[in-house]
Nanobody
Framework: QVHLAESGGGLVQPGGSLRLSCAAS????????MGWFRQAPGKEREQVAT???????YYADFVNGRFTISRDNAKNMVYLQMNSLKPEDTAVYFC??????????????WGQGTQVTVSS
């Protein structure tokens, strides 16, 4: 089993910054991709940013250069630096990881989510 633990959410004023962190633990052989999704009240969950082992990082159009995703592979961690936050960025942010268990089977895991509220 793989467990993802997010941290770093909170209340911030418009134009402010937050840094989200997510740590993966468990019977992990290899993580192939880590990313962030978000879900606002009354809306579907949407992809924010993804960082695969191979290929380029993906950012949703609404990010528009404001967020940066990074990884620490040695620690099985992914980060999301969010700058110039807007009220419409208010949502629960979820960490996602894809990879292989120690026995080789593939996995897709989700964190519990961390609340980000952008308000004055």
């Amino acid at each position: 089993q793989v467990h993802l633990a997010e941290s770093g959410g909170g209340l911030v004023q418009p134009g402010g910054s937050l840094r989200l962190s997510c740590a993966a633990s468990g019977s992990i052989l290899r993580i192939l991709e880590m990313g962030w999704f978000r879900q606002a009240p009354g809306k579907e969950r949407e992809q924010v940013a993804t960082f695969p082992n191979l290929g380029t990082r993906y950012y949703a159009d609404f990010v528009n250069g404001r967020f940066t995703i990074s990884r620490d592979n040695a620690k099985n961690m992914v980060y999301l630096q969010m700058n110039s936050l807007k009220p419409e960025d208010t949502a629960v942010y979820f960490c996602q990881a894809k990879g292989r268990y120690s026995k080789g089977d593939p996995f897709e895991a989700w964190g519990q989510g961390t609340q980000v509220t952008v308000s004055s």
